[in-house]
């Protein structure tokens, strides 16, 4: 038996059940979930081994790299400029990033890149190495490429350029980068132990992740397809998250550290309105404004129906994610994932160090949902 540590309230007993099963049964290393319920905690946990070997365990202050459940944290941060007035989500581009508007991209509105469809999953210009550490450089090469599609017609995953997209008009807006925007202003107000860019003062408390096999899987990913191009360049290796120069980096798409305690604090925020743990961080239309669907249909690049709204992916019919209508999530790669109801005020997360290769569909955090939402059902 894997030791489990922390706090989980009686009527939420199924998610520790299924917590310790993640150990037994699903060869979980280490791992943490944590639950809130109308703006409060109700279940933080964690457990396991910081390494394969199981020799160090995993702390209550562990933290990790979370891959792409980093796309939550930066939406929510261009919602929050949204919800100020000072971003329009449906305004060109170009508006607040004029080098923008160039072959064929003077039309893209910033709710394209909130929803996958700005036709720029991948990039054209070699990049290599350290290339995706270097801001300038990649904004720079986004700027100048053609879409891929025509934008706001399909959702094609934009595996790391996302956040470099929605980063840079954060950066135009506040004169901030993203991460310390994020910083100041939500991570920092609600004391959320995340990081976009993280500092070397917390490095000893990150866990690094032990990588799957292969690389990220893709449904359609026959060479010179849009899922192909879009993996490989840029090309994402699990080995670098143990890296000074990743973790350092802002890559808001992806690079993003914390645990599932962090994910919650921020997260919750969403789920119940604007107003948890008792800081009222934006209105309750900012936050509804996610749910304003942009697409609905096969991903270009993961080849399975997504519906994107402004950030996040929305339960479907094809991929419901609860049994209420206005739930949103996303994951990691590995499978790391948050999902936040605001009809049912629930926000659930689970971060954990042994990933898998596929990209949608792992059932360790789904088994922690089901059992979340079982629980408020027998409240």
Same mark, same amino acid.
């Given at each position: 038996?894997?030791?489990?540590?922390?706090?989980?309230?009686?009527?939420?007993?199924?998610?520790?059940?299924?917590?310790?099963?993640?150990?037994?049964?699903?060869?979980?290393?280490?791992?943490?979930?944590?639950?809130?319920?109308?703006?409060?905690?109700?279940? %933080?946990?964690?457990?396991?081994?910081?390494?394969?070997?199981?020799? #160090?365990?995993?702390?209550?202050?562990?933290? @990790? *790299?979370?891959?792409?459940?980093?796309?939550?944290?930066?939406?929510?941060?261009?919602?929050?400029?949204?919800?100020?007035?000072?971003? !329009?989500?449906?305004? =060109?581009?170009?508006?607040?990033?004029?080098?923008?508007?160039?072959? /064929?991209?003077?039309?893209?509105?910033?709710?394209?890149?909130?929803?996958?469809?700005?036709?720029?999953?991948?990039?054209?210009?070699?990049?290599?190495?350290? !290339?995706?550490?270097?801001?300038?450089?990649?904004?720079?090469?986004?700027?100048? #490429?053609? &879409?891929?599609?025509?934008?706001?017609?399909?959702? /094609?995953?934009?595996?790391?350029?996302?956040?470099?997209?929605?980063?840079?008009?954060?950066?135009?807006?506040?004169?901030?980068?993203?991460?310390?925007?994020?910083? *100041?202003?939500?991570?920092? =107000?609600? /004391?959320?132990?995340?990081?976009?860019?993280? =500092?070397?003062?917390?490095?000893?408390?990150?866990?690094?992740?032990?990588?799957?096999?292969?690389? &990220?899987?893709?449904?359609?990913?026959?060479?010179?397809?849009?899922?192909?191009?879009?993996?490989?360049? &840029?090309? $994402? %290796?699990?080995?670098?998250?143990?890296?000074?120069?990743?973790?350092?980096?802002?890559?808001?798409?992806?690079?993003?550290?914390?645990?599932?305690?962090?994910?919650?604090? @921020?997260?919750?925020?969403?789920?119940?309105?604007?107003?948890?743990?008792?800081?009222?961080?934006?209105?309750?239309?900012?936050?509804?404004?996610?749910?304003?669907?942009?697409?609905?249909?096969?991903?270009?690049?993961?080849? @399975?129906?997504?519906?994107?709204?402004?950030?996040?992916?929305?339960?479907?019919?094809?991929?419901?994610? /609860?049994?209420? &209508?206005?739930?949103?999530?996303?994951?990691?790669?590995?499978?790391?994932?948050? $999902?936040? %109801?605001?009809?049912?005020?629930?926000?659930?997360?689970?971060?954990?160090?042994?990933?898998?290769?596929?990209?949608?569909? !792992?059932?360790?955090?789904?088994?922690?949902?089901?059992?979340?939402? #079982?629980?408020?059902?027998?409240?």
């Amino acid at each position: 038996m894997t030791d489990v540590h922390g706090y989980c309230g009686d009527a939420f007993a199924p998610v520790q059940a299924e917590f310790e099963k993640n150990f037994s049964d699903r060869g979980d290393v280490g791992a943490s979930v944590a639950v809130s319920y109308c703006g409060e905690y109700v279940v %933080d946990l964690w457990g396991g081994h910081l390494d394969l070997e199981k020799t #160090q365990p995993w702390e209550k202050d562990t933290i @990790v *790299n979370v891959y792409s459940s980093t796309k939550t944290m930066a939406a929510l941060t261009a919602l929050l400029l949204a919800d100020r007035g000072e971003l !329009d989500l449906y305004a =060109p581009v170009s508006r607040y990033w004029p080098e923008f508007a160039s072959n /064929g991209k003077e039309k893209v509105e910033v709710r394209h890149f909130m929803s996958h469809s700005a036709g720029l999953s991948g990039m054209d210009e070699p990049m290599r190495g350290d !290339d995706v550490y270097d801001w300038d450089r990649m904004v720079g090469a986004l700027a100048r #490429q053609a &879409p891929w599609w025509e934008p706001g017609t399909a959702s /094609g995953y934009h595996a790391l350029t996302q956040g470099h997209l929605i980063g840079e008009v954060v950066r135009r807006i506040t004169g901030q980068s993203i991460g310390t925007f994020f910083s *100041n202003e939500i991570a920092g =107000p609600l /004391g959320a132990d995340f990081y976009i860019g993280t =500092p070397e003062s917390v490095f000893d408390r990150i866990g690094d992740l032990i990588p799957p096999s292969t690389g &990220p899987k893709a449904a359609g990913g026959e060479e010179g397809s849009i899922a192909a191009r879009t993996f490989a360049n &840029p090309a $994402v %290796d699990a080995r670098a998250s143990r890296t000074s120069g990743w973790r350092k980096a802002e890559i808001p798409a992806a690079n993003g550290h914390g645990n599932a305690r962090s994910i919650v604090r @921020v997260q919750s925020i969403v789920a119940n309105g604007g107003n948890a743990f008792g800081v009222n961080l934006m209105s309750e239309a900012g936050c509804r404004a996610i749910f304003d669907e942009q697409s609905f249909g096969e991903d270009l690049v993961l080849g @399975v129906p997504l519906r994107f709204g402004m950030g996040y992916g929305l339960t479907s019919d094809l991929m419901p994610m /609860g049994p209420n &209508p206005n739930i949103a999530y996303w994951g990691g790669w590995g499978g790391s994932t948050v $999902v936040v %109801d605001m009809d049912a005020k629930l926000c659930v997360s689970y971060v954990m160090n042994k990933m898998e290769a596929d990209l949608p569909g !792992d059932q360790r955090g789904f088994k922690l949902l089901q059992a979340a939402y #079982q629980a408020i059902t027998n409240l």
